[in-house]
């Protein structure tokens, strides 16, 4: 199971970097590039959706049946082991949470760039027609 999570986390890095790379002022030259780029990658990483839902399930099902352990019932083995498993869960809930924003985020600046970009050459060819 762990394997989906570095996979997340690495989906998550990627789109932090790309993200990253189209907001950083001074790279106008590398912003056509960039944007193509980004482009081509947004329909593919939409595939992170349905995943992070379902691993969100997975943290659910996992929460649903774990073993309670109050402070009197178990051994400071069991008690450490269940503080881990929430702590795991808890870290893997913010690692889809970001893996979501950054995603949405990323589509968003690069209709935003498009965008600009779009209008940008709408004011140059209305300025050629003057």
Sequence with gaps: MALEWVVLGYVAGAEAIMLLLLTLPGLDGLRKGLVAVTRNALKPLLSVVPFCLF?????????????????????PTEYLRHQKSIMKSQRNALLIAAALVFYWLLYSVTHLVVRLDQLNQRIEKLKNQE
């Design 55 to 75: 691993l969100l399930m997975d943290i659910y099902w996992k929460y649903e049946t774990r073993p309670s352990c109050e402070e009197q019932s178990c051994t």
